[in-house]
């Protein structure tokens, strides 16, 4: 401290500075001890979060099957090109869009759209710019990676229609969870997030839980602009289950040409399985091409075929089986026969009630188209006599009636395996209405309900099942698509975190079949005169197919109200059928919209149906189905 | 050169003051490896350390007063150096235009060298009063051999770097007998000052909005913009905090700086490099590094026989000083992202370079502290 005696207590100087220096690196130290030991952990998370991503890989959803091992629905990879945020952020837009759209053939406004989009989403997400993307595509996304580390390719699995129009309203298609049902509490206890494919419509969406796998992840470490630089670790996902269906794509192909080549092309054939209640077929046309749902919701092109089925007033999105609704017509006939028999309105002893050509109730005279005399059951349900079942149905009453829609399930859903099925209406649905609208249900009603008109308006699937109930001593079974489910193998390691556990296979658990009682020689008259309509001089004979005996019954059903001018809107053709007639192995349901007679359009479309099953079973020579469609 | 080294010069020489500077410098290699491992930083830094240690040698066996008698010209040539930055010799790095290159000498930044010719400057001209309270003229005097170099490092801009001169000159004019009154008036002028100044500055749109952004981001870190300016201060305290207690050792496959997450690892955010690889207790041995280095350069304040020998060491360990928590206290968030470099640890020929001829200096003033 030499200097300290000429100066203004220079040493006290120096040691102000020296204590301030001192206390800033102790303001440093107290602030490092906070930072680090303190908040360590959180800003060790934060470091962690900040280079940890998971990148999902997508889980190959199960396949869907036909009876025989013939592939319906598939997954095959595709390619896109997706853009990431966190590179482009710092990038012009109109930096990129003449390179991306030349490099990727696409539209220029698009990318601009797309890269719009992208640059006002959240960090790290990203955004598909091109799908189903090409060798080329992907060659020269690899070839540029250093210039637009924003792009990347990524494998995407793809559903797969193959059959495309075939089997659409059965199969459903996928896509992307709506904003609406991510919403929605079923969806979300589940755990669907934004982007999740899911099944929409027919087998897709009823069975969606078992098609869709569980996805795995690549964990990864990224560096600030979100470039992956090494994987840390890996879950492989786990594949959905594949589905066997009980359809025969031979009988369904057969059910699709014979509706195609009908004159409208508008209409459903559905083919059951009597004796267990598994679909054979189930065609509804005019139908869509489940593709257009998959790879066309990200394309102009595609939207606009979307929106055009939605428009279409010929509702190709529609499945007439089970969302359809048709006046039965004569083929009502079939399950108020039953009815009859045992509600004791008629005996198999008795069976006879006259035609008299028609029947007069009140002032009005509604006639038959024929005059069959006093029929028996059997020549009635041959012939299709109007007048026997005018005084069928008076005789039930529409309590009778009542009962025998209960009885056929009318009333309820099939239970059929598919998502939207509706309820037929009936009289029993309409009688309140009726009742509240006009005072009081009139004995007319009754009567054209006995022809399956005005109040009776059903599902085909509902109908099929009643029909075909009677050809196997009155056993009702749940018709369903779902023959089993294969199982799939446990991924990674028992004990672990990420183990996902093996699923077992199952198949359709067979609700108990719902008894009509009936007892064999009531079950005899109704199925004679079902195999008179096509074998003894019926209203289907031209549908004869010899040695095999099928037995049906036709209808047609007035569109516009009874007794009105049909204003060009012709009738629709039914025809409701089991074969063998005896011993019946298949079960055939034919409607045909707006084209008149059910014997000249619907049965021979019917036939169409058993003689593909017939070819199948070697006993008739294989038939060119373009050569039935075109007789 | 030996032959003029005498026996004192050998017991007298500062072992421990150069051991510490050279224990730093190493450490901060080091971190520079940790920093950027497959960069080349770190290799150049080691050729600078051994530049440094050579020019280190030379100013230290040189005898201070002859080099503070040349303060003048040395001052001027520093003017010239700070004033190549503005022709075409100066050179742009990282938008900021402060460096020149030359022919043969290659690049280097003025700035960080012109602190030296100041420091001999004012402590030529302070260590030669006579006693007695400071006069005003004196101070005037003083301003203008700071408003020299500051006025051209504020032309280039570089506000970080001129900021490293305000406390040489608030040194030298504290320890030449300045009256305490008005080193309290101008404590409070600072405060009142600092603020307004902020103020005007926000509203007349001189500030520029990512510099607001820097120091709100300091003010009011939770509602900052993490990826927007922001981004430096949080990045870097991430990094700080995730060293925990001690660090990870060097292990930089996923560190903040290889991935990129925190910015100018090497240079400015070096000390949150080393608070990733050391911890806490790597860091604070670091601070207490520093403190030791302080006090000895202080101590030798002290010892020294004479004013200007002095006035050259404080106002060197208060710029050091003063720059180390300028830069410690920008990684930890609480001071806004000011470009000052770590002295010794930051990668960077000039500063290193400078910095050792400053320690240099200091170990030249103790060397003759007997001699008269």
Known sequence: ?631 | MVAIIEKHEIRDFDWLTTGLAIAIASFGIWQIHNALPTESYWTKQIIGLLIALAAFAVVAVSDYRRIIDAAPIIYVIGLVLLFLVLTPFGVEVNGQRAWVRLPLVGQFQPSEFAKIPTVLMLAKYFGARKGGTLQLREVMIGALIMAGPLGLIMLEPDMGQALTYIPIFAAVLFLSSIKIRYVIAGLLAVVVFVPTAWYVGVKTGKIKRYQQERVNVVLDPDSADPRGYGYHTVQSMITVGKGGLSGTRGDTETSQSVLKFLPEPQTDFIFAVTAENTGFIGCISLLLAYALLISRLIDGAREVSDKQGMLVIMSIATAMAFQIFMNIGMTLGFLPVIGVPLPLMSAGLSALLSTFVAIGFVVSVRMRRFVN
């Not at chain 1, 540029?144 to 924003?150: K, R, S, V």
């Not at chain 1, 359809?247 to 508008?266: G, M, S, V, Y």
């Not at chain 1, 009531?522 to 001089?537: D, F, K, L, P, S």
Request: glycine residues 10%; aromatic residues 8%; contains cysteine.
């Open chain 1, 1 to 631: 401290m030499k200097l300290n005696e000429h100066s203004q207590n220079l040493g006290g100087r120096i040691i102000t500075i020296q204590v301030v220096v001192f206390v800033l690196l102790a303001l440093l130290g107290a602030r490092l001890y906070y930072l680090q030991v303190v908040r360590g952990d959180y800003f060790s998370e934060r470091a962690e979060n900040q280079r940890i991503r998971l990148i999902p890989i997508p889980a190959p959803r199960g396949a869907i099957f036909d009876r025989n091992g013939k592939i319906l629905v598939d997954s095959r990879p595709t390619f896109n090109v997706v853009l990431s945020n966190e590179p482009i952020k710092g990038i012009e837009v109109d930096d990129r869009v003449d390179e991306y759209a030349k490099g990727l053939s696409l539209e220029p406004a698009y990318v601009r759209e797309r890269l719009v989009s992208i640059k006002k989403q959240n960090d790290f997400e990203t955004l598909v710019l091109k799908d189903n993307a090409s060798m080329q595509d992907i060659a020269w996304v690899e070839s540029h990676l250093l210039e637009f580390p924003e792009l990347r390719v990524e494998l995407q699995p793809q559903r797969f229609y193959p059959h495309g129009t075939s089997m659409a309203h059965v199969l459903g298609y996928v896509g992307e969870i709506s904003p609406k049902q991510l919403e929605s509490d079923e969806y979300k206890q589940k755990g669907f997030r934004p982007g999740d494919i899911i099944g929409k419509g027919g087998l897709e969406q009823y069975y969606d839980e078992y098609l869709r796998g569980t996805p795995g992840y690549r964990k990864v470490i990224v560096d600030s602009r979100g470039r992956v630089q090494s994987e840390i670790g890996k879950v492989d996902p786990q594949a959905g289950q594949d589905l066997v269906t009980t359809i025969d794509l031979d009988l369904q192909n057969a059910a699709e040409q014979q509706l195609a080549a009908t004159p409208t092309k508008r209409g459903t054939i559905i083919s059951m399985d009597p004796n267990n209640g598994e679909m054979l077929a189930m065609a509804s046309l005019p139908s869509f091409d489940p593709n257009i749902f998959v790879q066309g919701s990200k394309t102009k092109e595609g939207r606009k075929q979307i929106a055009a089925y939605w428009q279409d007033p010929q509702r190709p999105l529609y499945n007439r089986a089970i969302q359809g609704r048709y006046p039965p017509g004569s083929t009502w006939k079939i399950p108020e026969s039953v009815a009859g028999l045992e509600q004791g309105a008629i005996t198999v002893a008795h069976s006879n009630l006259a035609c008299g050509g028609g029947i007069q109730v009140g002032n009005k005279f509604t006639r038959c188209m024929g005059n069959h005399g006093s029929p028996k059951l059997d020549y009635a349900i041959t012939h299709s006599c109007d007048g026997y079942y005018y005084r069928l149905a008076l005789k039930l009453g529409i309590e009778g009636i009542t009962e025998m829609v209960e009885q056929f399930d009318y009333d309820k859903l099939s239970g059929i395996d598919l998502p939207n099925e509706k309820i037929s209406q009936t009289p029993k649905s309409w009688r309140p209405i009726v009742e509240k609208r006009e005072g009081k249900w009139s004995d007319i009603r009754t009567v054209y309900s006995g022809i399956g008109q005005d109040t009776v308006v059903i599902t085909p699937i509902s109908h099929l099942r009643a029909i075909a109930s009677v050809g196997v001593h009155g056993k009702m079974y749940v018709p369903h698509f779902m023959k089993e489910f294969k199982p799939v193998g446990a991924v990674g390691e028992e004990g672990d975190p990420s183990y996902i556990p093996g699923r077992e296979g199952f198949t359709f658990l067979h609700p108990e079949a719902k008894p009509i009682p009936m007892t064999p020689e009531q079950e005899e008259i109704v199925v004679r005169g079902m195999w008179g309509v096509v074998n003894n001089g019926g209203t289907a004979t031209s549908i004869h197919i010899p040695g095999f005996d099928i037995a049906g019954k036709t209808g047609t059903a007035q569109v516009a109200e009874l007794g009105k001018d049909v204003g060009g809107k012709k009738d629709h053709a039914w025809f409701v059928s089991f074969a063998p007639a005896y011993k019946p192995e298949i079960a055939v349901l034919a409607l045909v919209e707006n084209v008149g007679f059910g014997g000249s359009f619907a049965a021979p479309a019917a036939k169409g149906v058993y003689e593909a099953y017939l070819a199948k079973k070697g006993i008739l020579p294989q038939v060119d189905a373009d050569q039935v469609a075109k007789q």
